[in-house]
């Protein structure tokens, strides 16, 4: 299906709130459906829902025309008409899926706005301690790995791993706990 077919499905089959990121099913009409039944089953079950359901990454999926869709992709495709190629939640997916949390980029920029992992225990991104009580910082852009070095203390080693994303130019929210 192409851009303005999936983006006029869209319209037809949900309301549509760019700026809060929320799509709501529409009431459907009998149409639609096989059967009267069927039909009224859905409508009491859906309409006027939020539509979709949170996949194990915490991203909200639609199903639309037989397909899943990640739903920030479809208020990306109302607001714009083209289906993005990749898709990056500036201040986070928890910050939701309104037009103002996201923003096209490629692959590569969408790596440099990650969040903190929960099994990192420093605290930094590209921060571990050793064996030897040291700390090393380390950063990877354009596929290559810098070393930035040992330190004594981790306050050392995060200064040296801000100041290497400010070089590779890293967003200002990369390694949010949120």
Known sequence: MDDSSLRALL????????????????????????????????????????????????????????????????????????????IDHEHGAAAGDGIGNLREVTQAENTKNLSLQKRNKTGCIGVDRLATGKYRATIRSENKVYRLGHFSTLDEAVAARKAAEREHGFHENHGRTA
């Open 11 to 86: 319209f037809q089959l949900c309301e549509v709130d760019t700026q809060s990121g929320i799509l709501i099913w529409k009431l459907r009409l009998i149409h639609m459906f096989p059967t009267n039944r069927a039909c009224k089953s859905w409508n009491t079950r859906f309409a006027g829902k939020e539509a979709g359901s949170t996949n194990k990454r915490g991203y909200r999926e639609v199903q639309i025309g037989g397909r899943l869709y990640l739903r920030h992709r479809l208020i990306w495709l109302a607001e714009h008409g083209v289906m993005p190629v990749e």
